[in-house]
T-cell receptor, first 114, second 113 residues
Framework: DQQVKQNSPSLSVQEGRISILNCDYT??????FLWYKKYPAEGPTFLIS?????DKNEDGRFTVFLNKSAKHLSLHIVPSQPGDSAVYFC?????????????FGQGTTLQVKP | DSGVTQTPKHLITATGQRVTLRCSPR?????VYWYQQSLDQGLQFLIQ???????AKGNILERFSAQQFPDLHSELNLSSLELGDSALYFC????????????FGPGTRLTVT
């Protein structure tokens, strides 16, 4: 049962344009959401997060939006740069903070073309 | 460089064998997590240790076990290996037991032939 889903395996955008990566979840108990970025031959790197009490969090070129009623979150990258080309994983966590266990989506490969 | 180290980088072994993957967390981090990434799959949470104690368990097979030692490094033991165990195994660490922002190592690629 895939509780966190990234339905687009890949996305290609032009440098300077906006990249929008999407993520859906099924478990309404999730209370914290994160995006990780992964380059080949490296481990995932934390990018940005959002608590379920918020609907938007911004950090430089990266903005995460959360729509709780739709159980949907998205990552916006503006403007996109070639160095942003990587696999992006959406992750979610639930509960009291007794564990940092994360549930990950399958990932979306972003290619930013110069 | 996340500060999390994993050894070995690559491991090739035969079915039925047993292997040990090792992880050293970032300096000061007390929690260690193990994740498995199979082909075309997201990362699947296996197990978490905090300061030497098991904190949370995912869908970890009974053939797999882990521990965290007093110096906080962790080992993941995989036994009676099957072809389907071929995957990338990532270790992550965080300062606390409930920290969602985790620092990942480069992974160990296990190939079972």
């Amino acid at each position: 049962d895939q509780q966190v889903k990234q339905n687009s395996p890949s996305l290609s955008v032009q440098e300077g344009r906006i990249s929008i990566l999407n993520c859906d979840y099924t478990n309404s108990m999730f209370d914290y959401f994160l995006w990780y970025k992964k380059y080949p031959a490296e481990g995932p790197t934390f990018l940005i997060s959002i608590s379920s009490i918020k609907d938007k969090n911004e950090d430089g070129r990266f903005t995460v939006f959360l729509n709780k009623s739709a159980k949907h979150l998205s990552l916006h990258i503006v403007p996109s740069q070639p160095g942003d080309s990587a696999v992006y994983f959406c992750a979610a966590s639930k509960g009291s903070g007794n564990t940092g266990k994360l549930i990950f989506g399958q990932g979306t490969t972003l290619q930013v073309k110069p | 460089d996340s500060g999390v180290t994993q050894t070995p980088k690559h491991l090739i072994t035969a079915t039925g064998q047993r292997v040990t993957l090792r992880c050293s967390p970032r300096s000061g981090d007390l929690s260690v997590y193990w994740y498995q990434q199979s082909l075309d799959q997201g990362l699947q949470f296996l197990i978490q240790y905090y300061n030497g104690e098991e904190r949370a368990k995912g869908n970890i097979l009974e053939r797999f076990s882990a521990q965290q030692f007093p110096d906080l490094h962790s080992e993941l033991n995989l036994s009676s290996l099957e072809l389907g165990d071929s995957a990338l195994y990532f270790c992550a660490s965080s300062v606390d037991f409930g920290s969602y922002e985790q620092y990942f190592g480069p992974g160990t690629r296990l190939t079972v032939t």
